[in-house]
């Protein structure tokens, strides 16, 4: 808002016509925005330099939340098994319904994945050009593919991930999960077979599997198509465009990040 203008009266007016003058003051033309110089080798190296910690900062954390997940499966399983097994009387449902947590978890720590490795591709991609560049330059490093500042600078402009869902969820399941759900589906037989008396046939543990109004056959379906999808899913994940490792090659950073996939 401007600041109005106080203009005294001026004498020859008549006494009627005297009084306080209001005016509002032009605006001033806009300058033009100057236009952005190059800059030197070393200011690059500076700023490069700064990003490249901005983005490692970035890395950490979300790899730090990768682990606040985990953490949560592995203490529900280990309150869940522990109540299971406290008495003979309690139900084996906790189990099954703690492997849908669980499955829940997963599905979060996927998401949080694909955060982190969004972030941690641009630092590969750093490391691998820019700074073992610096301690071995390699000729026609680019293999006539785009330069790795245009990757950098359309991913920075246009950020996407760099795997789906499915492919994150298959990562963290082989990677961490699979010894989780494995438990599970163990102390669920094991419970079953030894509460409230030890079984002494297939047939005793068969009826025991019923939950409620569910019978015994729906739930031995349920199960084995569940932990089939777990054997799907982590069988999907060898087939992914990267397996070798938390660590990504050079090659494999700049083809991620030349070929991510769009936001979901």
């Avoid at 979300?62 to 406290?86: K, P, Y």
């Avoid at 009387?89 to 979060?108: A, E, G, H, Q």
């Avoid at 409620?212 to 198509?225: I, Q, V």
């Avoid at 777990?230 to 494999?252: A, D, H, M, P, T």
């Amino acid at each position: 808002m401007q600041r109005p203008t106080f203009i005294p009266p001026s004498p020859t007016e008549p006494p009627t016509m005297r009084g306080p003058r209001v005016t509002t003051a032009a605006p001033m033309p806009r300058a033009p925005l100057p236009i952005t110089r190059p800059l030197t080798p070393n200011e690059f190296n500076t700023a490069l330099v700064h990003l490249y910690r901005g983005e490692l900062s970035r890395a950490n954390t979300w790899r730090v939340r990768l682990d606040g997940t985990t953490n949560w499966a592995v203490l529900t399983t280990g309150a869940t098994l522990s109540f299971a097994f406290s008495s003979a009387s309690n139900t084996p449902v906790m189990i099954l319904l703690n492997s849908l947590l669980i499955m829940f978890f997963l599905f979060i720590e996927a998401r949080r994945y694909r955060f982190y490795d969004l972030w941690r591709t641009r630092v590969r991609v750093m490391e691998t050009e820019f700074f073992a560049d610096m301690l071995a330059p390699e000729p026609d490093s680019d293999n006539g593919g785009p330069h790795w500042r245009e990757l950098l600078a359309q991913d920075l402009m246009e950020p996407h991930f760099n795997i789906s869902v499915i492919e994150a969820m298959s990562r963290r399941l082989r990677r961490n999960y699979v010894w989780i759900f494995a438990l599970l589906a163990l102390s669920w037989v094991t419970k079953v077979g030894i509460h409230p008396t030890i079984a002494r046939s297939f047939t005793e543990v068969y009826d025991r599997a019923a939950v409620g109004p569910l019978p015994s056959w729906f739930m031995l379906l349920f199960g084995l198509a569940f932990n089939g999808g777990l054997v799907w899913l982590g069988w999907l994940g060898e087939k992914s465009q990267e397996s070798s490792g938390e660590i990504l090659s050079r090659n494999e950073a700049r083809d991620k990040m030349g070929s991510g996939t769009p936001n979901e």
